[in-house]
Nanobody, 114 residues
Framework: QVQLVESGGGSVQAGGSLRLSCTASGNINRIIAMGWYRQAPGKQRELVAMTNSDGMTNTADSVKGRFTISIDSAKNTVYLQMNSLKFEDTAVYYC????????WGQGTQVTVTS
């Protein structure tokens, strides 16, 4: 079993920045894939960014150049630095860890006000 603990999020004005953190604990040897999805009201959950222990990343086109995902493998923690936030970035952000199956965090609200 794997447990995910998220932190960060909150409310910020458009153009501002926030940083999300997610720490995985439990049966973890190597991070195959870990990152963030988001879900806005009335929309499907979508990929924001993923990374792994090798430092490979996959970032959604909608946030490229504004969001940066990074990993501290020693701490089993991933970070999502979100800059130049837009109103449309408002959503619940979910940490995701994948190893044979998906594990999800409880979600953290990010609200961008105009």
């Amino acid at each position: 079993q794997v447990q995910l603990v998220e932190s960060g999020g909150g409310s910020v004005q458009a153009g501002g920045s926030l940083r999300l953190s997610c720490t995985a604990s439990g049966n973890i040897n190597r991070i195959i894939a870990m990152g963030w999805y988001r879900q806005a009201p009335g929309k499907q959950r979508e990929l924001v960014a993923m990374t792994n222990s090798d430092g490979m990343t996959n970032t959604a086109d909608s946030v490229k150049g504004r969001f940066t995902i990074s990993i501290d493998s020693a701490k089993n923690t991933v970070y999502l630095q979100m800059n130049s936030l837009k109103f449309e970035d408002t959503a619940v952000y979910y940490c995701n860890y994948f190893n044979r199956r998906d594990y999800w965090g409880q979600g953290t609200q990010v609200t961008v006000t105009s």
